[in-house]
Every structure is written in structure tokens, then in C-alpha cells.
């Protein structure tokens, strides 16, 4: 086995930049889910996928009914393995805002150890780990060593509205005995980790509706409610000065932090002064009572993502505009429901509806917050394979963000355990702009994937 | 006289649309003064109305030092009577949102009865009225029967910022006995008004600064202070649900209305069953104690005029953005000063800033309110002129909207009476998408404009 091993991690790091050039191309493909005029981009990204494990002999299917398209392969020829579902995802986030970005988001730039782009570690840089690793076991052992299926979506950073009808429909041909999901980040640059917890997500759009037509806010101003102050005065009203979210019943369902997980994650704590200067904030912000680990990690919050109404230009223009909006989203714990939340936060919100103007409340999507059991053997297995790959072992952790599909992959498919192995950086900015992935951690990864699989398969 | 007056009458009627015509030239000029890339427009804007004025032999210049080039014209060959300073404005409003006027902003169109085009009512159809006075009197009686001065500047819609420095520099030049201004409206559809006040303005643009980049709300979502939620914190506290300013100190110098003017305006009242169906609102809201009059005239407001930050496109973006901004509006009413405003607010608004964000307040433009004394015998002329021009009585109105350059004429050059004679019709919707100015108003106004003109050089 030391030979194999070997034989894996010198056959990577001799194909690295091979392997990063092949990135680079899939980088390229401005695949954004967000946008309908990126339709084609995203039917390009699914093909060069399916080319890439073609080359592996893996057989591969595009899926075009179920939105964007899906890439599924399947390679399990053996009766007595295991068989490993690995999924991802190649589409990304809008590239806004676009001047801020130092290279271009889709003209991948490799500076200071990292490649930069939009997708660079959310997903397509962490996914492609993945493949890489296939190829280095048929290379050097001539052979994949386990049962392979890997899913590939085209809508994770829309919320998979489509997935988890394929997963019904193809139920018993993507079941599988572990999934692994690389699409986040480790504990620290320094420090691996294995993810046991998400977070769930109730995004919501609201539009507040006011005069039929813009109008003069000195002919009109004083007699008629302006929407863009009761926008603010509603999402003011979401929260308190605490930190706390003021929703009724909002937080009914959270399980509270058991004592044993509050003392592991004070081992871990944040080191609060390196954040805010990376940040470049004078300080932290959050609910009182949890340290900032538990709050990004395992309470839940409420964010404004966006807002928009009246007059964004140069100078000023004295504009009561007829309508204004926000996009608003929670991050849920468990055992919060994504469906209740929803409708709790739209009641409350259009029971803030002041004389005048009328509010109208959109769901854009929502998924369950997820707990994956720690105490199996593929646990293990990923914590040796993480510390060769990494050379240092992981710890566990809770990540703040969502993955839709692993809801549904841990209930409608039941499998367990769905191994969550982040391999990003947790600042490579994954939404923002200057994305970026560390080349380090793109080796790791691929080392890692193929330890992990060449030893699931003697399992 | 009576013959004059017709002669006055059926020339204006026998060449209204070629005043329309002429008017439409001038509309279709984009003389949009807070857009830097509207320079050249502006100067076209100017051009035109030397020309125009050109044609009545009256000498024009154009002064470039004072920001968008400014037309002053000047026919002054009387010693013994009056001479009347004509001001107007020919800059225009931006015309977002573009996409809701049913026909392009500067490519003017009649239909119903009115002029559609940005400007068309503020304030290049109002002024226009005046220069086709000056015509029509030239034409009917060979001669222009008073001193004129005519001053039209291209910066009334970025709150004037170079006149004041002008009437400085040039106030000898541009002294007179009566000013007249008409860039405002009738007190209704079927009754025309003189305005005796004015709002002032206090403008200001808030920006919120948060996190050096824009972050993941599930990967920081609980640690720092989301700039767009703090933005609307900040704004939300700026006014109570009574639709009253909690600005401290904000109503100190505010002069209580008097019993009669209260007595008049509750005659006045609006009818504000119609107003809702205009606007398309269920209620109307203002600050309660006041009627819906007075609010809008002589109560001071605060209004949200824009806000921005965070993802505003289709679809759901995770975002924390790292930054947020609003520009913002105070109406004032005697006798709050602009600047004292501008203070009291930025100062409140810096107060209200949470940890882990910077706030930055920029003052846009500010002007103080405004009243003319009702008494001189100017008005009785200006009462006679319109019961002529309009075929009603005029009644006394305060208006909501500023108009700066009024404070420098009343304070610097001490000119009074200022003649505010709005011919528009309340509903015209300047600043916001189809603005349009009533063609029988068009023609009102120029009929008054002349018949005043006429009797002014009498007195």
C-alpha cells in the first residue's frame, strides 16, 4: 500500500499543471445558472464534462428535462465493493460586481499560489478534484479501485429546483453506500476538516408596491406612503439590535447546542482579530450569546442580499418611486423547516404592510439544514485519507452555508454517510469577486479523493 | 385695450402649433444636467435659446463660467417703466426608469391633448410660454411693452449650484422690479393659483461600508454587520409611524401655521378620494394632525429617494454585500435652514451607525423654503392676467417643491414681487416616466404671460 500510495501522490503532483491547464478550460465557460442568456454556456459546460469522463470510460449521460442539464456517469463493475456516489456542481454565481474583480471572471489568472475565477473553488475547481483522482487511479493502478457514480447539476446556485425530481425518477440508479461532496471549505488554510453540519436557507423576494407611477417628492412628498421607506421600515423590523430575529416563532425549532459541542467548538474558536482584519472590519457583528463560531455556523441568521428602488444614478433626482425591493434570506439550523420559515417570514413581513403601499412576498428557494453522524466507519477512512492528503488530520466542523441536494440525498435516498470534504481555503470568496482556489489545496484534493477511493474500495 | 387683448388672444390660437412645434425642437434636445455625458446637449439646449431669443431682438449671451452654459437675455429701451426678470430653466430630470414611458423621453408626442417628453413641464414648456408671449406682443403691437431681462439657467434640477454665484458676479446686471416664474402648477385641473411659498430641500446620499469584499451569507453570515441591514436600521429610525421626522432638533424652527392660513387651505382641501384613484394607492399617509393640504405644502417630509447594494438581478444570490447606499430628502418649511438641516441630519444618521460598519453622509444639494408676500399691487395684476389667460380666478397656494434659485433672488437681489405662476396641471408628472404638459395649459400660459407683460408696462 505505500507504493500505491506513492505511486498516486507522485502521479499528481507530475500532472499538476495538466491538470490545472484542464481547469482553466472549464473555468472559461461562463456558466451561470442565475441568467437565461448563459443557456448556452451551460449546455458547453455539461459537454466538456461528459468528454472529461468519457476519457475515463466511465459511461455518461446528459439529462436535458430537468433543467439545466445534468451529467451523470456510472462506473461499477464490481459486485463486491461499495459503490460512491460523488457529486457537484459546474454552474456558478453571477460574476457581479464585475469592476471589482482585478481579473476577469471567466479569463482564469494564476497569481500567488491560487488560480482565480469565478467557480475556482465553488465548484468546479473542488469537483474537478474529483475526476482528477479517477484518472490517477486508472493510471496508476490501470484500474478504478470502487463502485463509481458521480452527479453533476447545473443549477446548485439556484437551489437545485430541479434535482431532486431527477433523484426521484432515477432513484435506484444513482443509490449508492457513501457520498462524498467536496464544495466548501476547510476548518483553516492550516487545518482540514470534515463537515457534519449545513445550514438550511428560506431565500425570499419582496416587492412593496406603492403609486401606480413614479412621482415628484415635493409635489407629492407628505401625502403619500413612500415604498421605499416602508421597505425599510419592514426589514428593519426582521431583526433587533441584538442580533436576534424578531419573527415570530422563528426560532421554535432550533435545537439548542448540546454542551459537549459548545466545548469543541470553543477549541476551534475563531481567532476574532484575524477575521475583522481580513475583513477589514473595525469589529464582528452577531447574535449575543454565542461565540462568532456558533453564529456562522450553528444559529441561524437574516440577511439582505440585495435592494433596489428610485434613483441609483449620479446626483440627485427628488423621485418618490412607485415600487422598491429587497431579496432577503434566513440560513436555517436544525431542525428548522425551510417551508415553515417561509411561511412565518412572509406573514410577519406582510403583516408590516403600512397604509398605503401593498407588499408582495416571493419565495426564490429554501432547503433544510442538515446533521450527517459522525460515529461511521467512512469516517474514518476520510480522516486518514484527509491527513495523508493534507498532511494533517481534519477536524469536525458545522459549515454556515447550504447544499440543497444533500437533504435530499440524505432523506429520499437514505444514504449515509454523506461525507462533506471541503477542500477550499475558508477566504477564497466563493460569490464575491476575485474568487480564487489555492493550488495547494487543489493537490491535496486530488491526492485525497484517490487515497479515499482506493481504500473505500477494500472496504 | 380690449382690442389688444384679442388681438393678443386669437394670434396665440392662430399659432399654437407652431409653438408646439418649435416646443417639440426643444424637447427633443436630452438636456439631462446630472449626466456628465449630456454635456454637449446642454450646450445645444443653450444655443437654441439664444436663437430664440435672437429672433425678438433681444440681446443674448451665453456665460459658460457658470457651470452648463446659462442664457441671459436682456431688452431693456424704457426709462419709465418696470423691468421684469423672466427665470426658467431649460435641464431636465434623468428619465429613469426609461422603461415604463410609453413613449422614448425625448422624442415629444401628442396624444389626449398633451405634450409627452421630458421637460415638457419642467420646465422647457412653461418657459417657452414666455418667450411665445414676448413674440406674440412683437407681433401684435410692433414693440415688447416693458423691460425684460430673461435668465434661464441649465442646473435647476441638480439644485442650481453655480446661479447664486452668477446673481453675485452680475447683480447689477440682472436687477428688475418683478420677477416671474412659471415652473410649477395650477392648484387643480380647473384652477390656476399664484404660489406664495415654497418648500426648501435638504438632499443627501448615505453610503454604508461594511466588509472589504462582497461575502458569502452562508460562510459569514452571523459575524458581521451585513451593510444593507444596517443601511435600513439607520434609514428606518429617521421617522416614526406617525409619519413624523425623528431627526433631533428637526422641527425646531419650524414657523406653526396660522389660523387663517389653515382656515384658507381647509377650504382648498384637496379631494383625496381623487388623488388616491390618480396615484392608485388605498390610503394616503402623512403625519398625523395635519391635512393632506397642508402636508404637502407647508409641512416638512423626509423621503427615500434611492437605494442600491447587493445583488439586484434575476434569480438568488447569496451575497453580503460590502456596501450599501441611499440618497435621502428633507422638505422644509419656513423657517428651517437647509443648512442646519443637513447638519442635524448627517450628525443623527452618524449617531445611528452599529459596530462593524463605517457611515459616510455627503450633502447633494440643499435650498432654504420660502414665502412671498401676498399684498403688492403686482399680484392684483398677476390675479387679472390669469382670471384673462385661464377664464378663472386664481386662488393662493404654497407648493411642495423647491425652486433654489428663488432664495438667492428674494435674499441677494431683493426682488420683490417674485410672480411664482405655474401653469402646469398637478398631475403632469414631471421627474417621473411620461411627463406632459396640457396644450390648452400651454396656451393659458402664454395668454397670461402676455396680457401680464401687457399690463405691466401700464403701471
Chains 1, 2 share one sequence.
Not at 431579496?327 to 420559515?341: C, D, E
Request: a negative charge.
Amino acid at each position: 500500500m505505500v507504493d500505491m500510495e506513492e505511486m498516486i501522490s507522485s502521479a499528481v503532483d507530475r500532472n499538476l499543471y495538466r491538470f490545472l491547464e484542464e481547469l482553466c478550460d472549464f473555468l472559461r465557460i461562463p456558466s451561470v445558472s442565475a441568467r437565461s442568456e448563459h443557456r448556452e454556456d451551460m449546455v458547453r459546460a455539461s459537454s466538456w464534462l461528459r468528454d472529461q469522463l468519457g476519457r475515463l470510460n466511465i459511461e455518461t449521460q446528459i439529462y436535458t428535462d430537468y433543467g439545466h442539464p445534468l451529467v451523470y456517469g456510472s462506473y461499477c463493475p464490481y459486485a463486491d465493493k461499495p459503490t460512491i456516489l460523488i457529486y457537484g456542481h459546474y454552474d456558478v454565481q453571477p460574476e457581479d460586481p464585475v469592476e471589482l474583480w482585478e481579473t476577469p471572471p471567466f479569463d482564469p489568472s494564476i497569481r500567488d499560489g491560487s488560480i482565480y475565477a469565478r467557480g475556482a473553488t465553488d465548484d468546479k475547481g473542488q469537483l474537478f478534484t474529483w475526476i482528477k483522482a479517477l484518472e490517477v487511479l486508472r493510471a496508476t493502478s490501470g484500474r478504478i479501485p470502487v463502485n463509481v457514480k458521480i452527479l453533476i447539476e447545473g443549477e446548485e446556485e439556484i437551489g437545485s429546483p430541479n434535482l431532486h425530481r431527477f433523484l426521484v425518477d432515477y432513484k435506484k440508479r444513482v443509490s449508492a453506500n457513501v457520498i462524498v461532496i467536496s464544495d466548501g471549505s476547510k476548518y483553516s488554510r492550516d487545518t482540514p476538516a470534515i463537515t457534519y453540519g449545513l445550514r438550511g436557507l428560506s431565500y425570499l423576494e419582496i416587492e412593496v408596491i406603492g403609486p401606480q407611477r413614479d412621482l415628484h417628492s415635493g409635489v407629492y412628498g407628505g401625502i403619500v406612503k413612500n415604498p421605499l421607506n416602508a421597505l425599510v421600515e419592514i426589514l428593519a423590523k426582521l431583526t433587533d439590535e441584538k442580533g436576534q430575529i424578531t419573527i415570530p416563532g422563528f426560532y421554535e425549532d432550533v435545537v439548542p447546542l448540546e454542551p459537549w459541542e459548545r466545548e469543541e467548538m470553543e477549541k476551534l474558536a475563531l481567532k476574532e482579530d484575524e477575521v475583522r482584519d481580513q475583513l477589514g472590519v473595525d469589529s464582528l457583528f452577531g447574535e449575543e450569546g454565542f461565540s462568532a463560531l456558533e453564529r456562522k455556523t450553528a444559529r441561524p441568521t437574516l440577511d439582505i442580499n440585495g435592494i433596489w428602488g428610485g434613483y441609483q444614478g449620479e446626483g440627485a433626482k427628488t423621485v418618490i418611486p412607485s415600487k422598491a425591493g429587497a431579496k432577503l434570506s434566513m440560513r436555517l439550523v436544525p431542525n428548522q423547516s425551510h417551508q415553515k420559515i417561509d411561511r412565518l417570514a412572509s406573514d410577519f413581513i406582510k403583516s408590516l404592510t403600512p397604509p398605503g403601499v401593498k407588499v408582495y412576498v416571493k419565495q426564490l428557494h429554501g432547503t433544510d439544514p442538515v446533521i450527517v453522524p459522525r460515529n461511521l466507519k467512512e469516517m474514518e477512512i476520510a480522516i486518514k485519507a484527509i491527513k495523508k492528503g493534507f498532511g494533517k488530520e481534519p477536524v469536525f466542523i458545522r459549515e454556515g452555508g447550504s447544499i440543497p441536494v444533500v437533504v435530499s440525498f440524505s432523506r429520499l435516498l437514505n444514504i449515509q454517510p454523506i461525507l462533506l470534504l471541503g477542500w477550499g481555503n475558508p477566504d477564497d470568496g466563493p460569490h464575491g469577486p476575485n474568487e480564487h482556489f489555492s493550488i495547494e489545496n487543489f493537490k491535496g484534493g486530488i491526492k485525497t479523493a484517490a487515497f479515499l477511493l482506493e481504500e473505500l474500495g477494500k472496504s
